[in-house]
């Protein structure tokens, strides 16, 4: 655990207020140095030497620091950069505050993401045109056992590697598991004189390699090829393109860590029920093409899957929720910089989320520019596209102004544009916003220029699934919300309204609901429904054979939401036998209208009255008919002994 901050100005380029610092985060501070990476670099060994763990307030000279850590044989340091995102600033004077609240964030412990081994022994596969693919195979074949699929009419005039002509119908897997599907596959005969023969073209060949390596030009074999971890692209017609690619690959080999982005509880999908599809966000947003539907659920491979965390995002059951990190580790790192920027003095801070390339536009503005206000907290994650309405919502409740994006070139954009207009919708007159500039003066303009809402008179915590975040938060931002909220299409909370001249109580949609949103009676023909489980999945709609189920977008904040209400009741029919109560009514008296008198199993008054009993009544009805449906041939004899004994003939 950090007992100790180091603080240096950096040759006295910015303002560092120790005591402000340790007061809002707790933690023991030294006093401000000037050249602790270069100068003063005996201090910052002896202060090391001490025996406490450090946080070296310095973000550009980690490897000095990592350097001189080993040398004393030590833990390696903690880092937290206060001088390109508060420090070099217009306001620099004004941000002990936000040194505050990056200090405390920095000390937060954060949890380990599981992560799978993933093996690669160098088996690759280079697919593309003989001229350049021959001559990148020739000077892998050193460090990889290659196998080139060319897709022209050149012949190899080696053997190092192996050559092989074939159309690749698909490509399935990742790093350490390609699988690839061929048509028209030739082998080499390497017999004889003169050029190399091949065999008859078949099809339906596979083959596996762990680095697949693609020169034809033209569309990839897998969707977002430059997520896809293993699959290497080139134009080849680019030389340099082509030279990167060879040191790329040959750095692929060995064992590697692959994160586990994303978990999947399975019982919690409303993907589909009955062979009738529910909800497919997932699927249609999912950009690397690794999930897959399994059923009534979906599956995710975690070897294809990138991270963006955009499946998580926008899953309105919660079935997929993002591990690295988990939203309880954000929610946490969110709260500490609110509270801490508020201890620290601040008033209303506004929370800039941004990933990598927003660091280094940050970096930038700061060297070069004006840098960030001083009331603009920078959270870095390692990706943005699945911060989500419920985290958007979650930062207002904790207490931040404003929430803004960061965008960068590569930025998943679908699920971060879909989950601002819903946050937008349940926050109001908050602000949320995306940020999409590239030049990094642009961006720190847009923030000294922008607006500031007040912030919420009193932070709340707000726990628990993706859900239960959104609605603790969306209570807090609208506290004198009567009606539910008006959602757009597509939300993942509302409820449904059912025509009731329609619905026949069939309760079909009940027996289908993924979530347990609608309920039925045991006791009474009653259709009830809870709108705070409802998944706005659309399967209710869809099975619904009278089609008397609307969805309604809403998010009704009351606890009326939490308890079930009666969409659709009507009064049992009481049996014409027994007096048992069974079915509808109305439905028993439609049936008797339709069928009494015309269907020829009805044709008489005594078998339409079969329509009005319950079950047990109405077998034992029929078991009395002349034509009884269930009337077999007699029962044989049981045969007894005196049945043998009398076949016996010394009897």
Known sequence: MVTKLLLCDCEGTQSLDADQIALACDVACSKVHTALCTREMSTAAELMKDGEAVLIACG????????????????TPAFVDLRDRAGWSEQGQDASAKMAALAAEALLPLPVTQSVDVMSEGTCCIIGPGDVAFDLAERLSATLAVTVVVSDDSQPVSRVYDVVRGQVRAVQGALGGFLINLDALQQLE???????????????????????????GGKAFVSAPAKREGYLRADPRDTIAVERLAFEAAQLVGTFEKPLYVRM??????????????????LDICPTGAITPAGEHVSIDPMVCAGCGACA?????????????????????????????????????????????????????????????????????????????????????????????????????DALDRELELAQAIAGDAGLGLIDDADPDAMSDRLYDQMVPAPLADPVLPLGNRRQIARLAAQALNPQAEAPLPLPKDAPYGAVAVDT??????????????????????????????????????????????T??????????????LSQQVLNEEEPFACVECGALFGVKSTVERIMDKLSG???????????????????????????????????????????????????KDH
Request: aromatic share 6%; proline share 7%.
């Open 60 to 75: 550009q000279e980690q490897d000095v620091f990592c350097d001189l850590a080993a040398d004393l044989d030590m833990e």
């Open 190 to 216: 390497p017999g004889g004189r003169g050029p190399f023969g091949w065999t008859d073209p078949r099809d339906g060949a596979r083959s596996s390699c762990d680095i697949l390596i693609d020169l034809t």
């Open 265 to 282: 509880e399975e019982t919690l999908c409303a993907h589909s029920r009955a062979e009738q599809v529910a909800c497919t966000n997932c």
């Open 313 to 413: 995002a926008i899953c309105p059951s919660t079935a997929i929720t993002y591990e690295d990190p988990p939203v309880s580790a954000l929610l946490s790192r969110m709260h500490i910089l609110a509270r801490s920027y508020r201890h620290a003095g601040g008033v209303a801070p506004r929370l800039l989320v941004h990933d990598a390339n927003g660091a280094e536009k940050i970096r930038l503005a700061a060297r070069f520019g004006r840098g960030l206000p001083a009331d603009v907290i920078p959270l870095e994650l390692g990706v943005i596209s699945g911060f989500g309405h419920a985290e958007m919502l979650a930062a207002l409740a904790h207490g931040f102004a404003r929430v803004d994006v960061l965008l960068s070139p590569t930025t998943e954009r």
């Open 501 to 546: 001249d329609a619905c026949t109580l069939c309760l079909s949609c009940v027996s289908l609901c993924p979530s347990g949103a609608l309920i039925d009676n045991p006791d009474t023909p009653q259709l009830n429904f809870q709108q705070d489980a409802c998944l706005q999945c659309g399967l209710c709609r869809t099975i619904c054979p009278e």
């Open 548 to 561: 008397a189920i609307t969805l309604v977008p809403q998010f009704d904040l009351s606890d009326a939401a």
């Open 598 to 648: 015309t269907h020829p199993m009805f044709a008489t008054s005594e078998q339409a009255r079969m329509i009005q009993m319950c079950d047990d009544c109405r077998v034992n009805a029929q078991f009395q008919l002349k034509d009884n449906p269930f009337q077999s041939k007699p029962k044989p004899r049981v045969v007894t002994t005196d049945d043998y004994l009398s076949k016996r």
